[in-house]
């Protein structure tokens, strides 16, 4: 009898503390854009509030330099879900990362499967697919999380993933470390076989699609845009050794289509670039505007003559900056969020987002709605500090890639 009571008090003590882990859900984990102005949400309480300072002050900054959304949710458990389908679903839920650009990323961390999932926006996919995204996990994440060190792994990953989206350098980190074994029944063989013949396969049609361009009768200017719309950091990725050449090859051709000599279509004469100082003369404020913050940069050519200005407009790709409904320059930008009435339990909120323009003036003043705020046990965990007052409305359709320790 004393055996079977130990036995069963040895059970109680077992299961009772299993039965009492909070176990997420969608509508549970806290927002940290609701009521604040963080990326981080740990409801329950995992990580020290350093370094969640720490992660808000570097997302912040990614988004700031680059318009990219990142958040950070770290959860005790959600149950038997499956965590990938969960990060889809909390994205989305959320609309992490700009609405037209999709380029959100989700750092998504259940403590009792140890997983972390990175969740990709539809715009970040060719820029951190699976391969990127395991890599860093692997290399930055998981060798801290094994020695408990949650906060500095998560800091780790994140300031790899800023690294990446910030400088666009994605061909080394598909370099692989590991040892290739010899002989032709090595799976890992047949496999590069199998990969080097895709290779050559989509290495070809690339170049045949670079050459259409190429030939093709547009002038410099149309021949350097149409070039610049491929997209080339997907294969890159995947494909990196041919590639490379290719990047090599074509990062020289668009230098040459813009800065190769011009004729003009009105006199015939030979036209002469403008340096960036002697250029001025010839833009409007907006122009020289836009070239101050990064968002445009012209070339102006002339004629010896003076008869014929060309002024070619070159937009940079990831910017902050979207078009002035006044103006029509690229210098509007959101100046900042401010929370008017906190969002609670019972009510929502409400938020001031302005919008400024660099070049006119012109500022938009828009209120936004702040959605309830959903209760969960210990959710002081989540949001603190940290730039932008709301997601972006952004999508994702599962990509990116995940890593257990």
Not at 11 to 30: C, D, M, R
Not at 63 to 82: L, M, R
Not at 215 to 239: H, P, Q, T
Request: with cysteine; hydrophobic share 40%; aromatic share 10%.
């Amino acid at each position: 009898m004393k055996k079977l009571t130990g036995l069963i008090f040895l059970w109680a003590f077992l299961i009772i503390p299993l039965s009492g882990q909070n176990v997420s859900t969608l509508k549970s984990i806290p927002n940290p854009k609701n009521g604040g102005n963080g990326y981080v949400s740990d409801p329950d309480q995992i990580l020290e509030a350093s370094d969640i300072a720490t992660l808000n002050r570097l997302i912040a900054s990614l988004e700031d330099s680059s318009t990219a959304q990142v958040a950070v949710v770290i959860v005790a458990s959600i149950g038997q879900e499956n965590p990938k389908d969960f990060a889809t679903r909390l994205f989305n839920q959320w609309g992490i990362g700009q609405a037209d650009r999709d380029n959100g990323l989700l750092v998504f961390t259940v403590m009792d499967q140890h997983r972390t999932e990175f969740e990709t926006g539809y715009g970040l996919e060719a820029v951190l697919p699976d391969a990127i995204c395991y890599r860093v996990g692997m290399q930055e994440l998981v060798p801290e999380f094994k020695k408990g060190n949650y906060g500095a792994g998560l800091i780790a990953a994140v300031s790899r993933m800023k690294e990446i989206l910030e400088k666009g350098e994605v061909v080394d980190e598909i370099r692989s470390r590991r040892k290739l074994g010899s002989g032709a029944e090595n799976p890992l063989f047949i496999a590069l076989q199998i990969y080097l013949l895709i290779s050559l396969v989509f290495h070809l049609w690339w170049l045949w699609r670079l050459r259409d361009m190429l030939v093709a009768k547009d002038d410099f200017y149309d021949k350097y845009m149409n070039v610049r719309k491929l997209r080339l950091w997907g294969f890159l990725i995947v494909f990196p050794l041919p590639f490379l050449f290719v990047w090599y090859y074509l990062k020289r051709k668009m230098n040459q289509l813009r800065n190769n000599p011009r004729y003009s279509k009105i006199t015939g004469e030979l036209m002469t670039k403008l340096s960036e100082e002697a250029e001025d003369d010839y833009l409007e404020h907006g122009q020289i505007v836009e070239e101050e913050i990064g968002s445009v940069d012209y070339d102006v050519w002339v004629t010896e003559s003076g008869e014929d200005v060309l002024i070619l407009k070159y937009e940079k790709r990831y910017s902050k900056f979207s078009t002035c409904p006044k103006c029509g320059f690229k210098t509007y930008f959101l100046a900042f969020t401010k929370t008017i009435v906190p969002a609670t339990t019972v009510s929502t909120g409400k938020q001031l987002k302005r919008h400024e323009c660099k070049n006119c003036a012109y500022s938009n003043d828009k209120i936004t709605i702040i959605p309830i705020v959903q209760t969960s046990s210990g959710s002081g965990g989540s949001g603190g500090g940290g730039g932008g007052g709301s997601w972006g409305g952004g999508s994702s359709g599962g990509g990116g890639g995940g890593v257990s320790w």
